[in-house]
């Protein structure tokens, strides 16, 4: 099993819509999650961390479910430019921090 | 601004031939990693450096070596290029190893070895 799995997608959306990812990781000693974006043929970028409590950042939620070992990101009134692969991100710091493999969002006019 | 920046974006070779991939960050951050991303495998860490004259192997580290001389640079080196090792490379560097540390990326270098 890996440590940090993702659902592939792709998810294919219309604008406006709201979207949900999920990711689940295997270590339960991992402290630090983060959401990442990555544009086709470019570098990822960090979206924003995860906080145990949620955060929100503009349309973007994210949260964490301990007890689950899992967590979210939120994408509500979607754009086009929020077509993109999205990583997951898990881990306790330093190397072993890990990144699931990505979902592919498509956001469609 | 501070950036991390890698060099080339671009290589092609031939199997056998030693290449080397620059990475130079202007974050000051003490850790600095090297990923290679193929399809179907997402992210995978080939070294890592934790400061000056640190290095460790990833989870694919045959094949390739890194040194950390300074803090700016940790270039990374395939000793005898082959095939297998087409694909595109990332450097990323963070502040910390503790919680909280989100990792910075450069832009990438796309490798293919013929």
């Known amino acids: 099993r890996k440590e940090v799995e993702q659902d592939p997608g792709p998810f294919n959306v219309p604008e406006g819509a709201t979207v949900a990812f999920n990711c689940t990781y295997s270590n339960s000693a991992s402290q630090s999650f983060f959401w990442y974006r990555q544009d086709c043929r470019k570098e990822p970028k960090l979206l924003m961390s995860?906080?145990?409590s949620g955060n929100e950042d503009g349309r973007f939620t994210a949260q964490l479910n301990r007890a689950s070992q899992y967590i979210s990101l939120l994408i509500r009134d979607s754009k086009l430019s929020d077509s993109a692969t999205y990583l997951c991100v898990g881990g306790t710091g330093g190397f072993k921090t890990i990144f699931g493999a990505g979902t592919r969002l498509f956001v469609k006019a | 601004d501070a950036e991390i920046t890698q060099s080339p974006r671009h290589k092609i070779t031939e199997t056998g031939r030693q290449v080397t991939l620059a990475c130079h960050q202007t974050?000051?951050?003490?850790?600095m990693f090297w990923y290679r991303q193929d399809l179907g495998h997402g992210l995978r860490l080939i070294h890592y450096s934790y400061g000056v004259h640190d290095t460790n192997k990833g989870e694919v580290s045959d094949g390739y070596s890194v040194s950390r001389s300074n803090t700016e640079d940790l270039p990374l080196t395939l000793e005898s290029a082959a095939s297998s090792q087409t694909s595109v490379y990332f450097c990323?560097?963070?502040?910390?190893?503790?919680?909280?540390?989100?990792?910075?990326f450069g832009d990438g270098t796309r490798l293919s070895i013929l």
């Open positions: 974050w000051n951050h003490n850790n």
């Open positions: 990323a560097s963070s502040a910390g190893t503790g919680k909280g540390q989100p990792q910075h």
């Open positions: 995860v906080y145990s």
